[in-house]
Nanobody, 120 residues
Framework: QVQLVESGGGLVQPGGSLRLSCAAS????????MGWYRQAPGSQRELVAA???????NYADSVKGRFTISRDNAKNMVYLQMNSLKPEDTAVYYC??????????????WGQGTQVTVSS
């Protein structure tokens, strides 16, 4: 079992910033990639940003230049720095991790989600 716990969501005014954090714990052998997804009411869950253990991050076009994803591989953590937030960024943000467990079986785990609301 691999558990993901997000933190850092909240209410922010347009143009403001927030930093999301996600910690992975449990029977982890290795993590291939971690990422952030979001889901707004009435919409499908969409990729915001993802970062492999080795390689370059990728971002949704809508957040390029405003959001930055980073990882602390030693702590199995991933972060999302969100700047210049817009009302359309309002959504529940979910952390995702894909990797191999201590039982050598692949896993693809999700956090419980954290609400980000951008409003004046």
């Amino acid at each position: 079992q691999v558990q993901l716990v997000e933190s850092g969501g909240g209410l922010v005014q347009p143009g403001g910033s927030l930093r999301l954090s996600c910690a992975a714990s449990g029977s982890i052998f290795s993590i291939y990639a971690m990422g952030w997804y979001r889901q707004a009411p009435g919409s499908q869950r969409e990729l915001v940003a993802a970062i492999p253990t080795y390689g370059t991050p990728n971002y949704a076009d809508s957040v390029k230049g405003r959001f930055t994803i980073s990882r602390d591989n030693a702590k199995n953590m991933v972060y999302l720095q969100m700047n210049s937030l817009k009302p359309e960024d309002t959504a529940v943000y979910y952390c995702n991790a894909a990797g191999r467990g201590s039982d050598h079986r692949d896993f693809n785990s999700w956090g419980q989600g954290t609400q980000v609301t951008v409003s004046s």
